[in-house]
Structures are given as C-alpha cells and as structure tokens.
Nanobody, 112 residues
Framework: QVQLVESGGGLVQPGGSLRLSCVFS????????MSWYRQTPGKERELVAS?????KYADSVKGRFTISRDNAKNTAYLQMNSLKPEDTAVYYCHAARVQSYWGQGTQVTVTS
C-alpha cells in the first residue's frame, strides 16, 4: 500500500520561500511519476508541477517553483520561491504508475 506524507507547509510573507517534501513508502519510488497539485476552496485541484523522465510546470509557477526527487530517500520536493498570495492553497503530493495515490495535503498560506 503506497503512502505519501507531505510536510513543509506553513505561513510565509509574499516574496518568501518554502520547500515541501513528500515521503513515499510502500512500493518502488523510482518507478512512479511524482507530482504536486494544489487546491483552494471552491476550485478544482490543479497541477502545479510533475517529474518523471522530465519536468513540467503550470504557467503560473514557471521560474519560481522547482520540483525534484531523491530516489535514494524516496522523497519528492517542491521548492517554492518568490511566493505570492495567489499561491495560497492546500498542496497535495501525487504518485502515479499503474494506480494513482494522494497525500493528505499541506497548507501553504502567503500573506503579509
């Protein structure tokens, strides 16, 4: 049973940085594509970034966010720089191979 545990969310001022971590367990991490999504109340969950063979980013975060993974640590990361109030959301880690898995989410709040 795959489990994903996110951490690293919190409260930050505009222009600040946070790094989210997602620890994967229960299967072979390197075989899974990893992604970060985010969701705000009343809106659909949206893809922020993904990493598999390559990386992909939402236009709204290009140049500010970086997704990475450490296969030795079974962990995916999302480095978020130059944060804006509109980045405020619950951020979810996602793993996919044959099946799809979600973490519990971590709140990111960007406010002055």
């Amino acid at each position: 049973q795959v489990q994903l545990v996110e951490s690293g969310g919190g409260l930050v001022q505009p222009g600040g940085s946070l790094r989210l971590s997602c620890v994967f367990s229960g299967d072979i991490f390197r075989l899974h594509a990893m992604s970060w999504y985010r969701q705000t109340p009343g809106k659909e969950r949206e893809l922020v970034a993904s990493i598999d063979i390559g990386t992909k980013y939402a236009d709204s975060v290009k140049g500010r966010f970086t997704i990475s993974r450490d296969n030795a640590k079974n962990t995916a990361y999302l480095q978020m720089n130059s944060l804006k109030p509109e980045d405020t959301a619950v951020y979810y880690c996602h793993a996919a191979r044959v099946q799809s898995y979600w973490g519990q989410g971590t709140q990111v709040t960007v406010t002055s």
